[in-house]
């Protein structure tokens, strides 16, 4: 395959299929949907209660590292356990397996294969707004909160794509030297091998605490006395899955 091919390479030929697709668009309406009403109850809470608006910036501040760590958590997890030819659950964990075999492949992407399926993964963030309890503080702040969680999350992949990108508009290189959000400096880091540092592709803010935790070892180290089977990145080829091995050989063939 030439470097031609690859830009023109149809979403089904790398994997994305049509019921991807489809949970994705599903993903986007529902979010959509969940966004307006839990808008409406921070709103209303707001204007019945006269509760200071401020509590909604320290809501959306906060979401930022917490949608951080979540990107780590989901990254890490899908870099190193699981298959992508699992039903369901490989549609979501393929895309990062083909990501360290071409990593400028999501600059291709169009809006709902780049956003879809951090929409899904971000519904359950609403059921946490809901669970937050009562009260109107708790509506305008929580609210809040898990809200912005929730956007962080499908702005992400925007700020994945774009440390990928040899050219950005100038505000986006702004924050990027500011650590706002990912810097290609800070997830280089990734793509050196064996892919098992800098997990948190939001901004990077939670990477040094999680490491200095030992976080994800310690996962990994509990799921292997379990499973009996070591992280991905410290498996031979014998255990990749069939698209993984695939996707290598059309890499080598470019």
């Not at 709103?43 to 909604?56: G, K, L, V």
């Not at 925007?158 to 030297?177: C, I, K, N, S």
Request: with cysteine; hydrophobic share 45%; glycine share 8%.
């Amino acid at each position: 395959m030439t470097q031609d091919d690859a830009h023109h390479e149809t979403p089904e030929a790398r994997g994305y299929t049509r019921r991807q697709r489809l949970v994705n668009l599903i993903g986007l309406a529902v979010f959509a949907l969940l966004s307006l009403h839990r808008g409406h109850h921070i709103w209303s809470a707001m204007d019945e209660h006269a509760i200071s608006a401020w509590w909604i910036p320290l809501g959306v501040f906060l979401a930022l590292p917490f949608a951080d760590f979540l990107s780590g958590f989901v990254h890490w997890a899908a870099d190193n356990w699981g298959r992508g030819d699992w039903p369901i659950l490989g549609g979501f964990i393929q895309p990062f397996r083909n990501h360290h075999v071409d990593p400028l492949d999501m600059t291709r992407h169009g809006p709902i294969e780049r956003h879809g399926d951090n929409c899904v993964a971000s519904l359950p963030l609403f059921v946490a707004a809901f669970l937050a309890g009562p009260g109107p503080l708790s509506e305008v702040f929580w609210g809040s909160f898990w809200l912005a969680s929730a956007y962080w999350i499908i702005a992400t992949n925007q700020f994945h794509a774009w440390a990928h990108m040899t050219e950005v508009p100038g505000w986006v290189a702004w924050l990027q030297r500011h650590r706002l959000i990912l810097s290609p400096e800070h997830h280089d880091r990734h793509h050196l091998p064996p892919h098992g540092d800098a997990y948190c592709i939001t901004n990077g803010w939670m990477e040094a605490p999680l490491r200095w935790l030992r976080f994800f070892d310690l996962l990994d180290a509990i799921i292997e006395r379990i499973c009996g089977l070591p992280p991905r990145r410290r498996r031979g080829p014998e255990h990749a899955d069939a698209r993984d091995t695939g996707l290598q050989s059309m890499k080598r063939a470019q």
